[in-house]
Structure formats: structure tokens, C-alpha cells
């Protein structure tokens, strides 16, 4: 009867014990009796089974869990770099490629840049394929010294000589031969149109961002030809620059009707200007008009 008592007390405590929860005196008290009692020994030992299979279980479930967080970072760590892979993959097929051949064709333009204080540049303006002017631009010294714009159609030829002060111009016309002379206002804008916006790296990713670069020629000299199009009223732009020198050799707006296309053609002739050049023509043949 005592027996059975100890027995039930020993196994009240049992769970507390396995959980270490009991005091010193009371663990010497159900290790003493579970030593000598079969029945209690025999629940302490399933007690403890229990126990075991619980936390391995637990720690399986610890592992799975783990092995799949691992798989799902591996999954998210290979799919962002897939898409760096991709973003540069792009980048170098798109506005890098474009970058590289700008960069090139800069630095080609830069070399005629530096000597155009010498240039002699023809453009031909073509309407409808029909040539509609000329204009010829003679600089020496660095500055403009002499203009030709000639339009075939009207038999109309304008030569205007730059000076520091002031513009003569000889105008001849079905009508008869003027001159003109009037003061110098504004300084003349440099020779070469400069299409490479500010040559850094930022204006050069801008312009590959704004232009489609395709090739091409214009009379047999190969081309970049960078091309933008306006959205109101549509309107396309294509500018022909020469691969060997970075020189725009053409230039075409297309639109907003697919026959209205006007096109400008360039030639440069650079270091040939002389002071013969810039001879004025007999003037006691023009009829003089002062315009201050
Ligand atoms: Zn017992």
C-alpha cells in the first residue's frame, strides 16, 4: 500500500523530473525509488523514449526546413544573377555597342575639329531630290570670311565677305547686280556642327539612348547613320556620318509625308583656303546700297 503510494507521487513527478524541473532532494528521492521499482522504472524509460523521438523529430523537421530555405536562396540568388547577366548582356548589345562607335566617331571629329580653323565646307540642299541651294562657307583664321549661297532654280547667286565690322554683300539676280553693306552683328558659329552633344560619357549615353545606328553610304564613303524620329508631326532625322572621319557627309529629314524629303549633302576641304579666296568682285559692276 505504501509502495503503491511512492509509486503514484514518483510518477506525478516524472514529467517534471525528465524536464529537469524538480529540486536535488526530490531527483534523489525518484532515482532511489525508480532504481527499486520495476513499474516506475519501466514508465521513466518510455517517458524518456517519448521524449527522444519528439526532439529528433524535431530536428528533422529543423534540417527539411533549412535544406529548403537553402534551395529557395539558391533559386533567388541564380535568378538575379541570371538577370544581371541579362541587363549586361543588353547593355553591351545595345547602348554599349552604340557608345563604343560614338566614342570612335568623337574622336575621329576631333581631329578635324582642332584643324578647322582652314575649312573650306560645300552643302548641297536637295528638295524632292531636286537641288533647290548651295551654300559654300569659306574659314580662315578661325573665323567665317566668306559665304556663296547660289540657288540654281531662282539664277540667284549671294557672296557675302566678312569683315570685323561689317558684311559685304554682292547680290546678282535676273534684275541686275547690288551690293549691300551692312554691319557686322554677330560673330559666325563654328564650322563644324558638333553632333556629339557635350563629349562626356553622359552625352554619350544620351545619344545612344536617342539615336538608332545603322550604315550605310553616301556616294560610295560608308556611313553611320544615326536616325531619330519626332513624334508630332512625324518626322524622322537622319544624320550620315562618315566612318573613317566622324564627319556628317549627309543629312535627311523624312515626313510627315514620305515624300516630303529634304536632304543635305556635305564636302569639306580642309587647309585650301587662301587670301585669294576671299577676293571681292569688281564692285563698280554692282549697284551700291549702305544699310546701317
Ligand atoms: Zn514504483
Known amino acids: 500500500m505504501n509502495e503503491k503510494k511512492d ?13 529537469k524541473l524538480t529540486s536535488k532532494e526530490t531527483n534523489t528521492y525518484i ?27 524535431l530536428e528533422k523537421k529543423k534540417v527539411k526546413y533549412i535544406k529548403k530555405y537553402n534551395h529557395k536562396l539558391r ?42 580653323d582652314n575649312v573650306y565646307i560645300k552643302a548641297l540642299m536637295y528638295n524632292d531630290s531636286n537641288l533647290q541651294f548651295t551654300y559654300e562657307n569659306y574659314y580662315k583664321d578661325d573665323d567665317l ?15 557675302q565677305y566678312f569683315y570685323q565690322n561689317e558684311i559685304k554683300q554682292f547680290i546678282e539676280e535676273p534684275e541686275g547686280k547690288r551690293l549691300i553693306i551692312e554691319p557686322r552683328k554677330n560673330a559666325a558659329l563654328p564650322p563644324l556642327m558638333n553632333y556629339f552633344y557635350n563629349d562626356s560619357l553622359v552625352g554619350t549615353f544620351f545619344m545612344s539612348m536617342d539615336y538608332k ?71 563698280t559692276e554692282y549697284r551700291l546700297i549702305e544699310d546701317n
Do not use: W
Request: hydrophobic share 35%.
Open 7 to 19: 509509486c503514484k507521487i514518483v510518477q506525478d513527478l516524472l514529467p517534471n523530473y525528465i524536464d
Open 31 to 57: 532515482e532511489e525509488h525508480v532504481n527499486g521499482c520495476k513499474e516506475c522504472k519501466k514508465i521513466l524509460d518510455a517517458m524518456q523514449k517519448d521524449i527522444q523521438l519528439q526532439e529528433k523529430k
Open 75 to 116: 533559386i533567388l540568388k541564380t535568378t538575379l544573377l541570371s538577370i544581371i547577366l541579362i541587363l549586361v548582356v543588353l547593355f553591351v548589345a545595345f547602348p554599349g555597342r552604340k557608345m563604343v562607335i560614338i566614342k570612335s566617331l568623337e574622336d575621329k571629329f576631333q581631329v578635324y575639329e582642332q584643324q578647322s
Open 145 to 159: 570670311k566668306k559665304y556663296v549661297m547660289t540657288n540654281p532654280e531662282a539664277d540667284i547667286k549671294v557672296t
Open 213 to 283: 545606328i545603322t550604315t550605310s553610304d553616301v556616294n560610295g564613303r560608308e556611313c553611320y547613320v544615326f536616325s531619330r524620329t519626332y513624334a508630332k508631326p512625324e518626322t524622322k532625322i537622319d544624320i550620315y556620318i562618315e566612318k573613317d572621319t566622324g564627319l556628317v557627309l549627309q543629312s535627311a529629314q523624312i515626313g510627315p509625308t514620305e515624300e516630303d524629303i529634304a536632304l543635305t549633302q556635305y564636302e569639306y576641304s580642309f587647309g585650301t583656303v587662301t587670301d585669294e579666296d576671299m577676293q571681292e568682285p569688281d564692285a
